[in-house]
Each structure stands twice: as C-alpha cells, then as structure tokens.
C-alpha cells in the first residue's frame, strides 16, 4: 500500500511550484498593462532576525570582511532554522532574514516552532552576534513578486510587519531575546513552548538542564506606523564570552584567503583610506570656500 509522502521544501519557489494556487490571473494595472497575481494562502509563524548594530559593527571592516561577516552570521542562523525544524528560509536582506514556518510545510505548531529555532539561534550565538529576534503568527499569502523581467518569491500580511516591528523592540533587561506579539503567545507557558534540553551525565544518568529563558510580564509598545501593541518578551540568562568577535573573525577569514589556504582573494587596486582622506579635504575645501 502506497502512503503519503511529506516532502521537505527548501524555498518558496519549489513550494509554490509544487502546490495549486488561491490566486492565479492578470490583472491590469489601470494603463492598460497586464500584471500577474499568483499566490498560496496559508497559516504561518514569521520569524525575523537581523544583526544588533551592524552599520556600527562594521563601519571598520573592509566590504569585503563584511561580507565574510554577514555571510558567517547567516550560515549560522540558517543551521539553526533548519536543525530539526521544518522551516523556510525566506530571504537574506542586508542584515536581515526571515524564515516561515507553517503545517503545509510539515510543523505541528509552527509558532512553537518558530520560537523554539529562535530561543536555539540564541543559544549557540557563540560569537555573540546579540541579533534581534521577532516572531509573529497568522495568515499570509505566499506569492512571486515583480515583474516578467524578474520575479521573486516572498510572503505577505500582517505576520510580517508585525515579526519585523517585534525584532526592533529593546529587550526591558538589555539581554538578547525573543519578542512576539501577547495575541499570538496566548495561554502558552515558558515550560511547554521551550522544553528543558536533556544532558547524560558521565555516570549514565540523564538530567534536565536549567532552563535558559525567563519570560516577562506582558506590556504594550509602541510600534512604528501601527497601533501600540502588546507583546511577550523571552529574556536569555545565557551570557556569552566568545574568544574572538565576528569582526576580529571577518579579519582573520580574509587573511586566510589572502594567504591561500582556505581559496584565494585578489584585491581591487582601491584606496579605501585615501579616498576617505580625499572626501574629507573636499569637506573641509567646502568649508573654507563658504567662510570666505
């Protein structure tokens, strides 16, 4: 007897390729140009996650260390999205990423889902990245945006802004955490949303370790554009020590390449510090002119 199959979906692409569509047509833009609306309506938790100061962070770095930078912070973040998790990675944006989690996608709870990878990205943030997390609930349309010249698969509705807005809130204890919206979080508990990790012990035993989170009293925030909003915070008790910052790192994985051990990197014959020098006598040229 043949039984059900539940693929994995690595991106939005092969899930929109693979399912049939609640909106499909061309609609006319009000010109007399024809544009397309193809889209999958679901449930889904929005997860969001970007870099805590990283235009101060990397305002030392050359482009290239910070794309090594924002390229180690993504090939981390993304591991723990996908680590015994069903969820998709939506994008990378800048700093930026969002990942979906929905039961069309195989979660059984997929706003569990989304701040159990949250509170795990936080965790094992080992080189203390301290990223600012969001997480938001409900429906959306999965769909391709653009136009024939390029198109690209994304998700829309109010789960997103909201995840979006949640992740520029500042923790109440200055600690890394994870905010979503008090409506989404319910009745839920500390205990049954982020389960205790199991250790085995050298004698054989296993035991419970610590739980890692406090959760904080509900309270309303102002959000940008939107009505105030009230909302739950997930304060980590972790506190990290790493022996090398992100940025130390970036500088060491392009001497890596630079030395060849790792590939190779050939740099562009630019002056990044003379032209800084050179903008900054223009300034001061500028300057002169408009006080004589």
């Known amino acids: 007897m043949r039984t059900s199959l539940q693929y994995r979906y690595n991106s939005l692409e092969d899930f929109l390729t693979s399912n049939p569509l609640e909106a499909d047509g061309l609609l006319n833009d009000g010109q007399g140009a024809l544009f397309s609306v193809k ?118 509705g109010n789960p997103v802004t909201l995840a979006s807005r949640c992740a520029s809130i500042r923790s109440v204890e200055r600690k890394s955490c994870v905010i979503c919206p008090s409506e989404n979080w319910g009745s839920r508990t500390l205990e049954e949303t982020v389960p205790t990790q199991k250790e085995k012990m050298p004698d054989g035993t296993v035991q419970e370790r610590e739980l890692l989170w406090d959760l904080q009293p509900a309270r309303i925030e102002k959000i940008k554009n939107l009505p105030d909003l009230e909302v739950h915070e997930l304060t980590s008790k972790l506190m990290h020590m790493p022996t090398m910052s992100p940025e130390d790192r970036a500088r060491e994985s392009l001497k890596a390449l630079r030395a060849g051990t790792v590939g190779h990197y050939t740099s562009m014959p630019f002056n990044f510090e003379g032209q800084k020098r050179a903008v900054a006598g223009k300034s001061d040229a500028n300057e002169t002119k408009v006080a004589t």
């Open 39 to 156: 889209g999958r309506e679901m449930e889904a938790a929005i997860l969001f996650i970007d870099i805590t100061g990283f235009s101060r962070r990397t305002l030392d770095l050359t482009p290239t260390e910070t794309l090594i930078y924002a390229n180690n912070f993504f090939a981390w973040v993304t591991a723990e999205a996908l680590r015994h998790l069903p969820g998709v990675v939506d994008k990378y944006i800048g700093d930026e990423m969002m990942v979906i989690f929905s039961r069309e996608f195989g979660s059984a709870d997929p706003f569990k889902d989304a701040i159990q990878c949250a509170c795990a990205m936080t965790e094992h943030d080992s080189l203390s990245y301290c990223p600012h997390i969001g997480v938001a609930a409900g429906p959306v349309t999965v769909g391709y945006v653009g136009t024939p010249l390029k198109y690209n698969c994304s998700v829309f």
